[in-house]
């Protein structure tokens, strides 16, 4: 897994309760981040808050978000819902998507990025399955990238009231992960093996790759450099310069 923090830094998960921090001018290793009690099975995504100076981590086999401080102090804060993907605002808070179980639909919780604290919780629609990453857009609706199989696979645009469209262009199957960049939205569609863009309004533009050699599961944009970053299952990092369309892979 792969993200920004302060557009100075990549951040990757390496090994059980670490996270290995690289310089991204040049990709060298610069030092770890210890988060105990978070093994590797129960980390589900990470993200980080230049605000805050902190990266934070969702544990779904303790339902809990886990906060970092670059001074290495750790926080806990239960959710009491399984945590799948997280997102920081722009105003610092931080976006959490849970999945629904046991009958009870999904969420998304919006926290505090300091003290953890509920700034808004939604109910999601009950047809919104395996909602894996959501973003909150310029205009105050929140985008949800969801589903498992072709047939629920979607982009959905939620307000604090319930859904208010969607999308299936580009037949999506399972997006994991979303950047908004250039005035697009970009998709990890990673049963697909590729990555998909769309305008605002969901319509299906372009893949901007495919046929990828692993499931892409991770995305981060770098608006300071142009740069989107992939993180795929195998653990490789590809970084893509959008302004010139030219990839190039490292870590």
Not at 43 to 57: E, L, Q, W
Not at 139 to 166: A, F, I, M, W
Not at 230 to 251: A, E, K, P
């Amino acid at each position: 897994m792969t993200l920004l923090y302060n557009e100075l830094y990549v951040l990757r998960q390496r090994r059980v309760n670490q996270v290995d921090i690289y310089s991204a001018t040049d990709f060298t290793p610069l030092r770890p981040l210890s988060v105990p009690r978070l093994q590797n099975a129960c980390f589900m995504d990470i993200a980080s808050c230049a605000k805050h100076r902190c990266v934070y981590m969702s544990d779904i086999c303790n339902t809990c978000i886990h906060r970092v401080g670059l001074d290495s102090r750790v926080s806990r804060w239960p959710v009491g819902i399984v945590p799948w993907g997280l997102s920081v605002t722009r105003s610092g808070s931080l976006l959490v998507t849970c999945s629904h179980q046991e009958g009870r639909n999904g969420k998304l919780i919006e926290l505090n990025g300091d003290d953890g604290q509920r700034v808004r919780e939604i109910i999601l629609q009950a047809d919104i399955l395996s909602p894996w990453h959501a973003t909150l857009l310029d205009n105050g609706q929140y985008l949800v990238c969801h589903g498992d199989l072709p047939e629920n696979s979607r982009l959905t645009k939620v307000t604090d009231e319930g859904k208010v469209e969607e999308s299936n262009a580009g037949r999506l199957k399972e997006p994991r992960h979303l950047a908004v960049a250039d005035e697009l939205v970009f998709v990890a569609d990673s049963w697909n093996d590729r990555i998909a863009a769309f305008d605002p309004s969901l319509n299906y533009v372009y893949n901007l790759m495919s046929r990828m050699p692993s499931r892409p599961e991770r995305l981060c944009f770098d608006k300071a450099m142009g740069r989107l970053y992939v993180g795929q299952s195998g653990g490789v990092v590809i970084v893509v310069q959008l302004d010139t369309r030219r990839s190039d892979t490292h870590l």
